[in-house]
């Protein structure tokens, strides 16, 4: 069982610098997939915003290519989101996903529990 905590959310103002973390304990997340999504407001779906995937490929939502960045150290059992140029958009519930493949060819997903940003001056 793999538990995820994320930290560093909170008020960031618009073009200030917000860095969350998210660290794996119970499992190494090498082999995994992790991925960081956000919820705008409560009840909607989740927005996959950036992925690194186990292989080190990673990939972002156009709302925020360009002005984030994702990075993970297995080493760690960390995986990073950050960016330098936050707008008020950027306001929502961060989560911190990770993506075990299974034997069978399914998946199993963890997720942390979320973190608040709100991007306001």
């Known amino acids: 069982q793999v538990q995820l905590v994320e930290s560093g959310g909170g008020l960031v103002q618009p073009g200030g610098s917000l860095r969350l973390s998210c660290v794996a304990s119970?499992?190494?997340?090498?082999?995994?997939?992790l991925n960081w999504y956000r919820q705008i407001r409560p009840g909607q779906l989740r927005d996959l915003i950036a992925?690194?995937?186990?292989?080190?490929?990673?990939k972002y939502a156009d709302s925020v290519k360009g002005r984030f960045t994702i990075s993970r150290d297995n080493a760690k059992n960390t995986v990073v989101l950050q960016t330098s140029s936050p707008v008020p958009e950027d306001t929502a519930m961060y989560y911190c996903?990770?993506?075990?493949?299974?034997?069978?060819?399914?998946?199993?997903?963890?997720w942390g529990q979320g973190i608040q940003v709100t991007v306001s001056s």
């Open positions: 119970g499992s190494d997340v090498s082999a995994y997939d």
């Open positions: 992925s690194v995937k186990s292989d080190g490929t990673i």
């Open positions: 996903n990770a993506e075990q493949r299974t034997n069978i060819g399914g998946k199993i997903w963890y």
